[in-house]
Structure formats: structure tokens, C-alpha cells
């Protein structure tokens, strides 16, 4: 800010505002603390040097060379006053030094900031001071006599740092102004009444366990309300209060790093680390702050698998349906998620084929199933040699190996009562359709596969045998034939035989049974057609005149072979033969005979006969 005063008047100001400085430093030593005493000497002592040593001399030049008066001339003195009127009002325009007051500052009196004075004052109290701008009137009042600027009450840098007000001096009968208006600046000075504070903590960080000294954790920031330019008051110096010997800061940067080696999350996961910020650069008698820094350790696989039991026992009846769990296994990981994730397999055992072991995604159990059935007649315990591997190595902790580890397990197969066994799983009989009545035409037979081997009883399921052709005995299981059969109405017949224990009637079991009928030669040959031939009365011997076919309902293995015959009562007859056609079984197609216009019908029987048997 500039202003606008003569020389006379600035120096005064500063002469006063000066003055004003020392004796508040004065009076405030009796009353203030050593710390702030210190400051005190510390930053005003050089401004005082400065005021006292240099403005001085240069503003009081133009002042000195206008009081040489020439001699013995009332007239000359009363020129030479409106001479330096016009010099002094000529060297107007020089910058204004800052009225400085200290924070936080009070007293039983209010406090002398400075004082504004014109060399035009000549003591009769013509001159008042006005003051206006910031703070004018209420924070600042002047003396419009004397131009005294005191402070009215405390003030506090962190809220305004300067005010900016303007200096007036005007005649006090006509208000006319003596001097043009000046603004100057008091700017309030700090002292360190604030502590630094961690405006974003309380701080989480994480770090991974087995890091080397020195790795990165986290960085944290303190903030001093204090004038960062002058002094110390806002230098902050960082360290740890709490959480050595693991952990350090740097002292300027606040950075958090680990201070020793191989820490390990299985053994201590958590740190409530302390830090403190302290300002004036870390000396005595500086604030500080804290703040809390909960630092945990992330896991790592440092860690193999290891199962909770080196032997494992499991029992399971032998009629587990496939794919039932019969037991579970668990191999414990001192690491977390991913790295303690584990497969499991069958590495050794007499029953690799027969069991399976599988991995429980949520529980990381090992489970074991059945594959295929068992038979606790046939085998009655198993034993297997089951393996458990981390899924993901961490290639730094490879030598802290090996990932896996391996238990014993035995599994017991128990007896269960189980239903009876057929000695086939279906059976294929065979009867000739003329076999007699209660004639036995096959047999099954069924077990108990118990050790106490209950009896069996048989029956059929006569849903299967709606026309009860078929009895069975109910001891033996024995099929006998209950009704006749014929081949050509029906050649098969399909019925369900039925095993029931007698001392557990629940335990039932079914097998299928298939009963074919062979043939007999039990139907005479039939003519396939009705035939009637035509001969020329011209025809000649040895020419055909019919061909005749024949079927029948049996079926030989070998197919039918037939013979034909004239009736024996037509056996002489001169004109007529019947002859096998070689070549060709029963044709069934008709010769075109020869016609005369006035035909003559002659009818020939045949008798047919089957091949001798």
C-alpha cells in the first residue's frame, strides 16, 4: 500500500510506532512466558536496529535542510516556514512500513499499535485524526488529539492476518482535510499458539508380513495454523511415540516405513503405531500433535498345509449309494484366503478306484466319496494315503518348502442287509409247445449275501403272467408249466420271477425271465390257393399245366420240405404226372395254359404230404 504523508509526519509515525513496539515487548516480558519472551527478542530485535539505524537518516534530511534560517530576519523565517511547507508537501508518495501488533496479546490497558502525527499539529489540538477501514472504531480506535492507535481487543492471526485502514488529518473547527488520505496496513504478528493437527487421521494402512526394513507403509500430514513464513511456529519435525521397534518415520517427510525384518502376520497381525508432529522444528518448548496409524500386516504364503491328524478312521455301510460322502479331512493353513486354499488328491492306497476326495470350497475340507460300490463279503476295509497342496506358491517362500503335507486314512466297509442275489441278471428258458402240464421248464436261483444268509422264497409277479401259464416253486425256484402252449399264437412269453428274504420280507429283489416255445410238427401242410388249370385238347406230352404250392403253420429248423402225390385212386392215371420242381420251394406264380375254343374242364385233386419224419 502506498500513502501519502510528509516526511516529517512518517517519521514520527515510525518513530512512535517504534517506540510503541519496545515498550509493549517491555511491558509483556514481566508477563509472558519464557518461550514467547525469547521469540519476542528474536523478531523484534532486528526491526528495531533497522527502524533505529536507517529511517532516521533518510527522513530526516529534507527536515534538516529546511530549518536553515538566514540571520536576523523575522521576514526571512516566516518564508523559509511556507518553503518547507512546499518541500515537504513535494516529497509525498514513499511506501508506508507496516504497523505490526501481536496476536493473542492483552492486557489491563488496550494496546499501543503506532501513532499518526503531521508536522502542521502545532500542539493546540487544531488537528484531528481520523481513522477508517478495517477494524476502525470497534478493533482499532485512534485519538484524534494525539493520532495514538490502540487495539481494543485480543486478536488472533489465524482469523485475519492484517487490516488495511486509512489515516486522515483534518482542521478540528472546519473538518477541512490538512492532509490527503493515506492507507497503511497493520498486520497482526504471529506467535505459536496453535498445535498441529492430523486433520485426516486417525490412519489405516496395510503392509505385507515378511517385507524387508525400510519397505513403504504409509505417509501421513499435519497442518499448523501458524504463519508458515515467519519463524518456526508451522515447521513441523514427525516421530514415533509408539509402535518401535517395527516401524519409522522420516522426520521431515512423514513417511512411514518398516523397521524390522521378517515380520509375521501368524504371529502378531495388528500395530497401533503413535506418531507426533511437533512444530518450532522439533525444539523444546514447540506444540505438537498426534495421531493414531493402525497398521496391519497383509498375509503371505509362508505357510504349508498341515493336516490336523496324521491317521484318519471312517466307517461306511456297504450299501452307500455312489457319490455319498463318508467322511471329511482337513488340512490347516496358518495363512488366509488365497494362500491357504488347498487341493487334495489320492496319491497311495488299495482303494484309489473305489474312493475319491474332493475339495470343499467353503470349508477347504477334503471330502471323501464313494466311486464305485462295495461289498462287504467281497472286501471289508481300505486304506489311503491322501495328499494336501497349496494351490498358490509364492515363488519367494519356495525354499521354506514343501507346500504339502500327507495322512493316513482307513475306511471300514460294514455289513448291511442287503437284498438276495440272482445267480444271473436275466434268465433265457426254452419249451417245445406240446410239454405237459406241470412239467418243469427251467430254474433260477438266488442268494443271500449276508453273513447270516437268510432263506430265500420265490414268486412271480403275476402282472407279468396275467394268464397264470407259469407256476414256480416257491423253495427251489423251479418254473413249471401251468396251462398248454402254441407256438403259433404266441411265441414268447416274458414274466418277472420275485426273491423275498423270509426274515426281512423288505429285502426283495427282481430278475427278468424270457421263455421261448420251440415248435412241433403239430399242423398238416395247406395248398397256399385254390387251383384250377386249362389244357388245349392239342396239347402234348410232357407240357406243365399247373404248379401247385403249399404252406404250413410249423417251423421247422431246417424250413419245410414238401412232397406231392396224385390221390391214390388217381395214382394209373395214363394222362397225368405230378413231378417236385427242382430249384424252386412252393412258387407262387401260374403258368398260362393253352385254350381251345370249346374248353374242356378237366379237375384234378392233389393230395399233400409232408416229408417223411
Given at each position: 500500500?502506498?500513502?501519502?504523508?510528509?516526511?516529517?509526519?512518517?517519521?514520527?509515525l515510525?518513530?512512535f510506532?517504534?517506540?510503541?513496539?519496545v515498550n509493549?515487548?517491555?511491558?509483556?516480558c514481566?508477563t509472558?512466558?519464557?518461550?514467547?519472551?525469547?521469540?519476542l527478542m528474536?523478531?523484534?530485535?532486528p526491526?528495531?536496529?533497522?527502524?533505529?539505524?536507517v529511517?532516521?537518516?533518510?527522513f530526516?534530511?529534507p527536515?534538516?535542510?529546511s530549518?536553515?534560517?538566514?540571520s536576523?530576519?523575522?521576514t526571512?523565517?516566516?518564508?523559509?516556514?511556507e518553503?518547507?511547507?512546499?518541500?515537504n508537501r513535494?516529497?509525498?508518495?514513499?511506501v508506508?512500513?507496516?504497523?505490526f501488533?501481536?496476536?493473542?496479546?492483552?492486557?489491563?490497558?488496550?494496546?499501543?499499535?503506532?501513532?499518526?502525527?503531521?508536522?502542521?499539529?502545532?500542539?493546540?489540538?487544531?488537528i484531528k485524526?481520523i481513522?477508517?477501514?478495517?477494524?476502525?472504531?470497534?478493533?482499532?480506535?485512534?485519538?484524534d488529539?494525539?493520532?495514538?492507535?490502540?487495539?481494543?481487543?485480543?486478536?488472533?492471526?489465524e482469523?485475519?492476518?492484517?487490516?488495511?485502514l486509512?489515516?486522515q488529518?483534518?482542521?478540528?473547527?472546519t473538518?477541512?482535510?490538512?492532509?490527503?488520505?493515506?492507507e497503511?496496513i497493520?498486520?497482526?504478528q504471529?506467535?505459536?499458539?496453535n498445535?498441529p493437527e492430523f486433520?485426516?487421521?486417525?490412519?489405516?494402512?496395510?503392509?505385507?508380513?515378511?517385507s524387508?526394513?525400510g519397505?513403504?507403509?504409509?505417509?501421513?500430514?499435519?497442518?499448523?495454523?501458524?504463519?508458515?513464513?515467519?519463524?518456526?511456529?508451522a515447521k513441523?519435525?514427525?516421530?514415533?511415540?509408539?509402535?518401535q521397534?517395527?516401524?519409522?518415520?522420516?522426520?521431515?517427510t512423514?513417511?512411514i516405513?518398516t523397521?524390522?525384518?521378517?515380520?509375521?502376520?501368524?504371529?502378531?497381525?495388528e500395530y497401533?503405531?503413535v506418531?507426533?508432529?511437533?512444530?518450532?522444528g522439533g525444539?523444546?518448548?514447540?506444540?505438537?500433535?498426534t495421531?493414531?496409524?493402525?497398521?496391519?500386516?497383509?498375509?503371505?504364503n509362508?505357510?504349508?498345509?498341515?493336516?490336523a491328524?496324521?491317521?484318519?478312521h471312517?466307517?461306511?455301510?456297504e450299501?452307500?449309494?455312489?457319490?455319498?460322502p463318508i467322511?471329511?479331512?482337513?488340512a490347516?493353513?496358518?495363512?488366509?484366503?488365497?494362500?491357504?486354499?488347498?487341493?487334495y488328491?489320492?496319491i497311495?492306497?488299495?482303494?484309489?478306484?473305489?474312493?475319491?476326495?474332493?475339495?470343499?470350497?467353503?470349508?477347504?475340507d477334503?471330502?471323501?466319496?464313494?466311486?464305485?460300490?462295495?461289498?462287504?463279503?467281497?472286501?471289508?476295509s481300505?486304506?489311503?494315503?491322501?495328499?494336501a497342496?497349496n494351490?498358490?506358491?509364492?515363488?519367494?517362500?519356495i525354499?521354506?518348502?514343501?507346500?504339502?503335507?500327507?495322512?493316513?486314512?482307513?475306511i471300514?466297509?460294514?455289513?448291511?442287509?442287503?437284498?438276495p442275489?440272482f445267480?444271473?441278471?436275466?434268465y433265457?428258458?426254452?419249451?417245445?409247445?406240446n410239454?405237459?402240464i406241470?412239467?418243469?421248464?427251467?430254474?433260477?436261483?438266488?442268494?443271500?449275501?449276508?453273513?447270516?444268509?437268510?432263506?430265500?422264497?420265490?414268486?412271480?409277479?403275476?402282472?407279468?403272467?396275467?394268464?397264470?401259464?407259469?407256476?414256480?416253486n416257491a423253495?427251489?425256484?423251479?418254473?413249471?408249466?401251468?396251462?398248454?402252449?402254441?407256438?403259433?399264437?404266441?411265441?414268447?412269453?416274458?414274466?418277472?420271477i420275485?426273491?423275498t428274504?423270509t426274515r426281512?420280507?423288505?429285502?426283495?429283489?427282481?430278475v427278468?425271465?424270457?421263455?421261448?416255445?420251440l415248435?412241433?410238427n403239430?399242423n398238416a401242410?395247406?395248398?397256399a390257393?385254390?387251383?384250377?388249370?386249362?389244357?388245349?385238347?392239342?396239347?402234348?406230352?410232357?407240357?406243365?399245366?399247373?404248379?401247385?404250392?403249399?404252406?404250413?403253420?410249423?417251423?421247422?429248423?431246417?424250413?419245410?420240405?414238401?412232397l406231392?402225390?396224385?390221390l391214390?385212386?388217381?395214382?394209373?392215371?395214363?394222362?397225368?404226372?405230378?413231378?417236385?420242381?427242382?430249384?424252386c420251394?412252393?412258387?407262387?406264380?401260374?403258368?398260362?395254359s393253352?385254350?381251345?375254343?370249346?374248353?374242356e374242364?378237366?379237375?384234378?385233386?392233389?393230395?399233400?404230404?409232408?416229408?417223411?419224419?
Amino acid at each position: 500500500m502506498t500513502g501519502k504523508l510528509n516526511g516529517s509526519c512518517f517519521y514520527n509515525l515510525s518513530y512512535f510506532y517504534v517506540d510503541c513496539a519496545v515498550n509493549t515487548w517491555r511491558s509483556s516480558c514481566g508477563t509472558m512466558p519464557e518461550r514467547l519472551t525469547e521469540m519476542l527478542m528474536d523478531t523484534w530485535t532486528p526491526l528495531i536496529i533497522l527502524w533505529i539505524t536507517v529511517l532516521p537518516s533518510i527522513f530526516m534530511a529534507p527536515m534538516n535542510q529546511s530549518q536553515v534560517l538566514p540571520s536576523g530576519s523575522s521576514t526571512g523565517l516566516k518564508r523559509l516556514t511556507e518553503e518547507q511547507r512546499v518541500l515537504n508537501r513535494s516529497k509525498r508518495g514513499w511506501v508506508w512500513n507496516q504497523m505490526f501488533v501481536l496476536e493473542e496479546f492483552s492486557g489491563p490497558e488496550p494496546i499501543l499499535v503506532g501513532r499518526l502525527h503531521t508536522d502542521l499539529d502545532p500542539g493546540s489540538s487544531k488537528i484531528k485524526y481520523i481513522l477508517s477501514g478495517d477494524g476502525a472504531g470497534t478493533i482499532f480506535v485512534i485519538n484524534d488529539k494525539t493520532g495514538d492507535i490502540h487495539a481494543m481487543k485480543r486478536l488472533d492471526r489465524e482469523e485475519k492476518a492484517e487490516y488495511t485502514l486509512t489515516a486522515q488529518a483534518v482542521d478540528r473547527d472546519t473538518n477541512k482535510p490538512l492532509e490527503p488520505p493515506s492507507e497503511f496496513i497493520i498486520k497482526v504478528q504471529d506467535i505459536n499458539d496453535n498445535a498441529p493437527e492430523f486433520v485426516e487421521g486417525p490412519y489405516h494402512a496395510t503392509v505385507p508380513e515378511m517385507s524387508v526394513v525400510g519397505t513403504f507403509v504409509t505417509k501421513v500430514t499435519a497442518t499448523d495454523a501458524d504463519d508458515p513464513v515467519y519463524g518456526n511456529s508451522a515447521k513441523l519435525v514427525y516421530s514415533i511415540l509408539e509402535g518401535q521397534p517395527y516401524f519409522s518415520i522420516e522426520p521431515h517427510t512423514a513417511i512411514i516405513k518398516t523397521a524390522l525384518p521378517n515380520m509375521d502376520r501368524e504371529a502378531k497381525e495388528e500395530y497401533f503405531v503413535v506418531i507426533q508432529a511437533k512444530d518450532m522444528g522439533g525444539h523444546m518448548g514447540g506444540l505438537s500433535g498426534t495421531t493414531t496409524v493402525t497398521i496391519t500386516l497383509t498375509d503371505v504364503n509362508d505357510n504349508p498345509p498341515k493336516f490336523a491328524q496324521s491317521m484318519y478312521h471312517f466307517s461306511v455301510m456297504e450299501d452307500v449309494a455312489l457319490g455319498e460322502p463318508i467322511g471329511r479331512v482337513k488340512a490347516n493353513d496358518l495363512d488366509i484366503g488365497e494362500n491357504a486354499k488347498s487341493s487334495y488328491d489320492i496319491i497311495e492306497g488299495d482303494g484309489m478306484d473305489i474312493f475319491e476326495i474332493t475339495t470343499d470350497a467353503q470349508t477347504q475340507d477334503g471330502i471323501i466319496r464313494v466311486r464305485k460300490p462295495l461289498d462287504f463279503e467281497t472286501k471289508k476295509s481300505y486304506t489311503l494315503k491322501v495328499e494336501a497342496a497349496n494351490i498358490h506358491i509364492d515363488p519367494r517362500f519356495i525354499s521354506g518348502g514343501p507346500f504339502k503335507d500327507t495322512a493316513t486314512v482307513k475306511i471300514v466297509v460294514e455289513d448291511a442287509d442287503e437284498p438276495p442275489v440272482f445267480s444271473s441278471p436275466t434268465y433265457l428258458l426254452e419249451v417245445h409247445e406240446n410239454a405237459a402240464i406241470n412239467s418243469v421248464i427251467g430254474q433260477v436261483t438266488a442268494h443271500d449275501p449276508d453273513v447270516s444268509s437268510s432263506p430265500i422264497r420265490f414268486s412271480i409277479d403275476r402282472h407279468t403272467d396275467l394268464e397264470r401259464q407259469f407256476n414256480i416253486n416257491a423253495e427251489d425256484g423251479k418254473i413249471t408249466l401251468a396251462t398248454p402252449l402254441d407256438r403259433e399264437t404266441n411265441m414268447w412269453h416274458n414274466i418277472t420271477i420275485v426273491a423275498t428274504e423270509t426274515r426281512n420280507h423288505s429285502q426283495v429283489s427282481r430278475v427278468p425271465v424270457a421263455i421261448k416255445v420251440l415248435d412241433v410238427n403239430d399242423n398238416a401242410p395247406e395248398f397256399a390257393s385254390e387251383h384250377e388249370a386249362f389244357l388245349c385238347e392239342n396239347g402234348k406230352p410232357g407240357q406243365v399245366i399247373q404248379i401247385v404250392s403249399a404252406v404250413d403253420k410249423d417251423d421247422p429248423k431246417n424250413g419245410h420240405y414238401f412232397l406231392y402225390s396224385l390221390l391214390p385212386e388217381m395214382v394209373n392215371n395214363p394222362n397225368f404226372t405230378i413231378k417236385k420242381n427242382e430249384g424252386c420251394r412252393a412258387p407262387d406264380r401260374q403258368i398260362p395254359s393253352l385254350l381251345r375254343p370249346k374248353p374242356e374242364v378237366i379237375h384234378q385233386v392233389f393230395i399233400q404230404l409232408d416229408r417223411p419224419t
